[in-house]
């Protein structure tokens, strides 16, 4: 591993590394540029993974304080944890359950097709599926997703047989083990699958892909990567031209170290990139870094999610195995008739005894729940993920008072469901339901929205600069060497896992940069 | 009784409260009350049949309960404000009209404990409750949670798939093992 100058001004300091920020840096260095990439968490190892789900959750997740407003479940049930996502080298593609899915054609140009939703800031993406579709491909065999490059599927566990079983029954027709960042066979030098469980802990075997033992060990590689763990970035500042000059940062010692960059791409996650923007005021950009259009941290969108669990006679054991096992993708596209906009997927989902304590609803208590809980072995689960409407209103914000240990505010996430949000996963939640009944379900659960994973489109892309933070390469509207280069810049939310489209983001965003440098644009 | 087990404890936010996270279940034995370092016998006695009403498993002795005490002992240790909440709560639930909690019928229990519901000491409890007694292997046990395979090399060749009571799913759906 390299180690670059602090006053290098040569360097393309990338913070944060996961699905982006990962992505990038190695695409960065795989064509010569060096690249500092700061990392807020510690740098973890499949050795150190835990198969447990409480100590995983304290080694992994990024517990800073956040708070929360709005009408939303989450600000009741979890207020100061509105996100499940990882502070930690690889960021949360080590805690992602590995589901790979494209955006739809139609997912771009939402507001065209689904014309005026009251009270959404639709927006159509400045990109189409067909701008996409050679780096999806990239992305794919990067990530040796399944059903792609000739990758067989996934065996199916005992909880996606359930799912299939049901959801054909009730008529269902594209139903399979999905397509996954899970090695179904060994592949560059990773094993294929154990069926573990335990996707969220941090894969132990390897065959799931991450940042963390893919991209990040290849960027390192080249020479060309300087990696630095716990360096938690505070403030990008810029010069008098108003370009971004350098980075500001607290070191694993709580220093302060000041890196000089040529360009800097913010890839924090759909919290904290807001808010380091936020947090980077100056005379010159008074409301934020890159904030003209007012629309930095606005927006914010976190899916339609929701679970059901069905209770059997027999035992199902869900929580052997890949914890995404398997797809229902019928109600993925526009059907208005279903009384709502946009579509969503249905993904079996499981939880280990202490999660499923914590999270089949959260603060029940007394004979109902532990019976519940009686019934765990006999349990199968189900994810819905589906498209949020953006809102203006929902937004990640700095708190007025409450700072955080090194002195800058921390972020408030507000977040009403809109109408069309309710409208989903209350038909989801019935269709996951009736596709338990048709397999002999005693009992069936509707499970509320756990601590968002899906975090996106607070600094979203626009063709126009008044409606959004960047272009469609990413680069910000406002600063010409600064780039969003996560799901941040998702316009919207579309009605897929949104890992794949991050990461193929990055590379396309990759090929923009190093064409930029080399011309001398930036 | 064996030596008193030492605790790791992290800290993190579920529903608004503090959580203790177990890093080692303590050992108990079932046929005998623990010692505590900080509660009271009566406090100790009290906190045990709230505990089961919370989440009562008819599965468990009352072994998988005196550890959840245990973990709210060792929290009472570390910090005075949680000793006092739960001395206080405990002083309250045994002050009502209808007696000491733990002579309480199941029904009258459950009332007393519908009523705080909403105050920290309750939440306290709940929370550190749920923490420590799900993540018990004793208590996965008997409740029929198998936990890590990884020792076993996953459970790719241990029942990931041996669910019978349904037809497999094609190939096309789903294909068969590497």
Known sequence: MSKHELNDDSVVVIVGSGAGGGTLANELCQRGLKVVLLEAGQRQSTATFHNDEWFAFNQLAWLDKRTTSGNWRIAKDFPNLPAWICKTVGGTTVHWAGASLRLKEHEFKTKTIYSDVKGANLLDWPITLADLEPYYAKAENKMGVTRTNDIPGLPGNNNFKVMYNGATRVGYKTVHTGRMAINSRPREGRSACWQLGFCFQGCKSGAKWSTLYTEIPKAEATGKLDLRPQSMVLQIQHDKSGKATSVLYADKDGNHQLQKARLVCVAGNSIETPRLLLNSSSSMFPHGLANSSGQVGKNYMRHTTGSVFGVFKEPVHMYRGTVMAGIVQDENGMNPSRGFAGGFELETIALGLPFAAAFLNPGAWGRDYASLLEDFPNMAGMWIVGEDMPQESNAVTLHPSEKDKFGLPIPNVHYDDHPNDIAMRNYAFKRGAAIYDAVGATRTVEVPPYPSTHNLGTCRQSELPRDGVCNKWGQTHDVKNLFISDGSQFTTSAGENPTLTIVTLAIRQADYIAEQCTKRNI | ?178
């Open chain 2, 1 to 178: 009784m064996k030596r008193r087990d030492f605790l790791k404890t992290g800290a993190l936010v579920v529903a608004g409260t503090a959580v203790a996270i177990t890093g080692l279940i303590p050992e108990v034995r079932a046929d005998a009350v623990p010692a505590f370092a900080t509660l009271k016998p009566e406090e100790a006695e009290t906190l045990l049949k709230m505990t089961r009403q919370i989440y009562p498993h008819s599965k468990l002795d009352d072994a998988a309960y005196w550890k959840v005490v245990k973990q709210l002992d060792t929290a009472s240790q570390a910090d005075p404000a949680t000793a006092k909440l739960l001395a206080d709560g405990v002083a309250q639930l045994n002050s009502s009209s209808s007696g000491k909690f733990a002579g309480m019928s199941d029904n009258q229990q459950l009332d007393a404990l519908k009523g705080i519901e909403n105050t920290p000491f309750f939440q306290k409890v709940q929370s550190v409750e749920l923490a420590s007694l799900y993540n018990d292997p004793a208590v996965w046990k008997a409740l029929g949670y198998q936990g890590p395979a990884y020792s076993i090399g996953g459970y790719v060749h241990h029942g990931f798939n041996d669910l019978a009571w349904l037809p497999d799913p094609p190939e096309s759906a789903s294909p068969k093992p590497a």
